[in-house]
């Protein structure tokens, strides 16, 4: 990880949040931006469509198994959702009070420092976006094959090629365009929400079947094994993992049409909807199987579809490869922007930092983004290493949490659009510190090895961003690829688009900023 180019070496350092400026600068005002396309129906689907992805339909049962009755089961669905709606609702204060794309690493960054923000990104682009970004992508593709191997698994190769297929057809989509983008990800939400209400109806249909003996409350909080403080405490964070991905629209913020408004409106419409969805899903499963049933099952839905469906249970397996297709698509959109904000502020090499000049998509940080996931394809560790940093990725919500109170005495006068109480941070991050609590009880081992894959990233943000003054040979290496990159992604720095009278301006800068003759070319080529 370098800070890029020499002309962005102070704002890597410094981590100020120049970075933008400086590239800026560098770059010679770029005449294209990114341009805010995504409206409110599309940031309900950014929000919908990550937070739903195979898991309500494949495995529901971590929380069931853990919580040791149907009824509570259910309350820790509920009670999840409520903690998640409390988290959102910082987020959107924060997204509206630092309005920049990248999410909590942006927030994190300007609150904390360099290095904090550096470490929630080093670990996002290390694991966690390329290895779930590969599972999602190995559901698809194990639901899509699965029909022809009816009597054995489907060939390890033959999953991995079609995963791989998934992840390139999804990059393309994104390279070519923010709204192709956008409409799949709201063409496949709406496929798997559609899913998911006809399970609920069907619950429904049972229900009025006088079929809802694990829905009486003697029943349902019968337990099915003892209860133990350290299993409900389990449940309560497989819960909170179920509902991953509820921030996501914050790293898309600056694409976002009218962000003041459409980022706290989708958040308020999205997580309700979904604990609606998650909640009523479960209720409509144990309309259909016991607890025993739905613990021995390893695709829920599939066998709810077989039980009550009929010649139609085709219909769950088509859902959940739909549901999984329109999640990659969701994280490679959001994670791209995570990449692209990074290099921004220097934390990434600057080339991620750069957009299509007439596409306006971050070409360089799709690519990024589809490589290292294509790379976490050929490991056989990814569900290790996703046990690892899932106790990291949570950190960093409740880190990012305490950030709102931290600015609120830091900078008590900034301009906040949407100011809540302080009461609902405060309740947030004492229910995620009985989870981390707890975590680091149960599964010390796990947990401190993912601070270790983390701490990793201390030599390389004072190698790569810190240290300013590297050899030259290294900075003319740097120079000389992030050239050869825009050439052949046909990228510049993103700005606002310059008026034809600030040509000579434009000049002026660079004489004071003097670049090589090709970038100089190159780049008021694109100015002018």
Known sequence: MTDGPRQRGSAASSSSGDGAKDAGTAAGESSVAL???????SACGIIVGNIIGSGIFVSPKGVLENASSVGLALIVWIVTGVITAIGALCYAE????????GGDYSYVKDIFGGLAGFLRLWIAVLVIYPTNQAVIALTFSNYVLQPLFPTCFPPEIGLRVLAAICLLLLTWVNCSSVRWATRVQDIFTAGKLLALILIIIMGIVQICKGEYYWLEPANAFEPFQDYDVGLIALAFLQGSFAYGGWNFLNY?????VDPYVNLPRAIFISIPLVTFVYVFANIAYVTAMSPQELLASNAVAVTFGEKLLGVMSWIMPISVALSTFGGVNGSLFTSSRLFFAGAREGHLPSLLAMIHVKRCTPIPALLFTCISTLLMLCTSDMYTLINYVGFINYLFYGVTVAGQIVLRIKQPDIHRPIKISLVWPVIYL??????LIFSLYSEPVVCGIGLAIMLTGVPVYFLGVYWENKPQCFDTFVDKFT??????????YPAETPKNDECEEIELKEQSAPLSEENRDTQKSADC
């Open 483 to 492: 050239y050869l990159g825009q050439k052949f992604c046909l990228v510049v």
């Open 35 to 41: 341009k805010k396309e995504i409206g409110l129906v």
């Open 430 to 435: 004492l229910f995620w510190a009985f989870l």
């Open 94 to 101: 924060l997204g509206v009070t630092i309005p920049k794309s």
């Open 252 to 256: 898309v913020t600056e694409e976002l």
